[in-house]
């Protein structure tokens, strides 16, 4: 008996992958993620917007080499965009263009960083709510509902009072506050996918719950993952430029919502400190929005489609 059903478990590995012990990647292979991919790169959105968000990402990364130190006093009043300063001065004569691009990498930072950390915990949580369910889903349902009923720019302002604020505590905060919209998702996928076939198939050749959970539950679920993921990027930038907007934020660092701050004294004699760093937002923002939407249409082509 137990000769033969080892082979029986073999048999069924094989059928599900061609070889034993990969019940991953059949199924992956299935699903066509490069073809999805493929078609969110050929679309005119991803064309626009794509090469814009790379564009501003070297900007945050290697443009603080080349523009000087944000803090450097040139003059001692507000002066106009010219061929000195491409963006102006500010009101203490620091040159803007400087002061913008650093300011780049704050918002990007926590943009990203915020982004990454909640699809970690998201995917964390929500996959193991959504594979094994019962009671382990309860609790954590419970914890998720717990950190989504509070606001993340309330708990910000609360926390900056409290024990200060820096770039890490504002990505710390937010991430907290945001992770559970990601775990919502990966726990209804996990749902649907741990009822699929091939699951089944692959419980009955005997793997265990963990491995076919990250091996197969997870990587099908990740397009649904990704496109929320996205579009926290945007969400991430909005609540730190309304935080650094209201004061909250790092001293040392200034972000694009703090150059918004620093400009609402000066809009009558400095336009252009409100305009270029919320110019920045708005296109940043606009341009990880609509790819957020290309990537949802290319793994979902069937959706707004009327027949």
Known sequence: MSVGQSIDTTSVSVALTGRPGGIGRRRRARGKPGSAWGAFLRKPVTRIFLPIVVF???????????????????????????????????????????????G?????????SVALLCMT???????????????????????????????????????????????????????????????????????????LGYVESAKAAGFRGPRILWSDVIPNAMPPVLVATTMTVGRAILLESGLAFLGVGDANRPSWGALLNAAQSHLRDGWWLALFPGLCIFIVVLAVNMLGDALND??????????
Not at 63 to 89: D, I, K, Q, R
Not at 104 to 112: E, H, K, N, R, T
Not at 158 to 164: C, K, Q, T
Not at 300 to 307: C, F, L, Q, S, Y
Request: no cysteine.
């Open 56 to 102: 501003f990402a070297a900007v945050a990364v290697v443009g603080p080499f080349f523009v000087g130190n944000p803090a450097a006093a040139h003059f001692s009043s507000v002066l106009p965009p010219s061929a000195e300063h491409l963006l102006g001065t500010d009101h203490l004569g620091r040159d803007y263009l400087a002061r913008v691009v650093h």
């Open 104 to 112: 780049a990498q704050v918002s990007l930072l926590v943009g990203f």
């Open 121 to 195: 915990i998201g995917v964390v949580i929500g996959g193991l709510a959504g594979y094994y369910r019962g009671a382990i889903d309860v609790a954590l349902v419970k914890i998720a509902e717990f950190f989504q009923v509070f606001p993340g720019l309330v708990v910000a302002l609360v926390a900056a009072a409290l024990i200060g604020s820096n770039v890490f505590i504002i990505v710390a905060i937010l991430s907290i506050t945001m992770w559970p919209s990601v775990a919502r998702i990966v726990r209804a996928e996990a749902m649907r996918i741990s009822q």
């Open 298 to 307: 290319a793994y979902n082509p069937t959706i707004g489609r009327v027949k």
